[in-house]
């Protein structure tokens, strides 16, 4: 079984990536050589964070990286999530600056 994930960059680009049943996001966007940023792999980073426009995933691991209110708001760390559904996600490198703001702009 596999879900259809569909990735949105704020650029306007997208993809669809298969994620098959115990995959993360990442490696099956690694699988398809698809450039999203991730760093640690086991969710403390939030290099791969992500915002679940629709569909479900679920962490598998503990996501530390996000904050409770971050994940309320429908962040998620593609390291340690896997879809349960299709899926859009918005993804890219500016997804984790809206969590940390940069204080010296």
């Known amino acids: 079984m596999s879900h259809a994930v569909t990735l949105e960059w704020r650029d306007g680009r997208s993809a669809t990536v298969e994620v098959r049943e115990g995959e993360t996001v990442v490696d099956a966007t690694e699988r398809a050589n698809l450039g999203v940023p991730y760093g640690c792999l086991y969710g403390a980073c939030a290099t791969c964070t992500g915002r679940l426009l629709d ?32 899926c859009r996600i918005e993804v890219g490198a500016e997804i984790q600056a809206d969590l940390v703001p940069n204080p010296w702009k």
Do not use: F, I, M, W
Not at 72 to 86: H, I, M, T, W
């Open 55 to 86: 569909g479900t995933l679920v962490h598998v691991d503990r996501p530390n990286g996000l904050k409770p209110k971050h994940r309320q708001a429908g962040y998620v760390l593609l390291c340690v999530a896997e879809p349960r559904s299709d």
